[in-house]
């Protein structure tokens, strides 16, 4: 089944205290971003990765670091998290380019304490 | 399930209806759009896109219509069912903007019984 994979799809963690979330698809797709969610603010573009080891910011990258050393995966990274970082976050993959995000992850819900 | 919004611009349909979702979009060279849907507690799905030379466009149940002029954009859903109550988001792609998308703050609809 073609899908992206994020986990966890919980996390409760403390400021400062660095932490990962895993994103992986499995449909060769070239092209993954990632996206946080926020109560009147909509979603919004964190950072993107057009094929392997390319990456570019998003619309608001601040506090974050990604990685694309793999095609299938796109970690994102979370140095020294704070509690305005607290939020529903969605990975997601296509294949056709940036801007045509076709498949997302079930999400994570981030609480940063 | 999860808030994906506040005060979000609600629809409530009866089940079997036809549901008109609208979209206003901001960009005159956006020549790209898609349609979300969003379910409590998951990631947005891809429901159907439009490409900027086409008017129309239908898929299962669903028909996309695109009005250049006035800059609108209109999600319908036939024969409405109570699976479709969700969020739905609007997010249009242009070069102007490095091709990444902008998403609209989403309609909820409801599907009564």
């Known amino acids: 089944e073609a899908q992206v994979t994020q986990n966890p799809r919980y996390l409760i963690t403390v400021t400062g205290k660095k932490l990962t979330v895993t994103c992986s698809q499995n449909m060769n797709h070239e092209y993954m971003s990632w996206y946080r969610q926020d109560p009147g603010l909509g979603l919004r573009q964190i950072y993107y990765s057009m094929n392997v080891e390319v990456t570019d910011k998003g619309d608001v990258p601040e506090g974050y670091k990604v990685s694309r050393k793999e095609k299938r995966n796109f970690p994102l990274i979370l140095e020294s998290p704070s509690p305005n970082q607290t939020s529903l976050y969605f990975c997601?993959?296509?294949?056709?380019?940036?801007?045509?995000?076709?498949?997302f992850g079930q999400g994570t819900r981030l609480t940063v304490v | 399930g999860e808030s994906v919004g506040l005060h979000l611009p609600t629809l409530s349909v009866q089940e079997g209806d036809n549901s008109i979702i609208n979209c206003a979009y901001s960009?005159?060279?956006?020549?790209?759009f898609i349609w979300y849907k969003q379910e409590s507690g998951k990631g947005p799905q891809f429901i159907i896109d439009i490409r900027s030379n086409m008017d129309k466009r239908q898929g299962q149940r669903v028909t996309v219509l695109l009005n250049k002029t006035v800059k609108h954009l209109s999600l319908q859903i036939a024969a409405t069912q109570p699976g479709d109550s969700a969020v739905y988001f609007c997010?249009?792609?242009?070069?102007?903007?490095?091709?990444?998308?902008?998403w609209g703050l989403g309609t909820s609809l409801a599907v009564n019984p």
């Open positions: 997010a249009e792609n242009n070069a102007g903007n490095n091709r990444k998308l902008i």
């Open positions: 960009n005159s060279a956006s020549d790209y």
């Open positions: 997601a993959s296509s294949f056709m380019g940036t801007g045509t995000e076709a498949f």
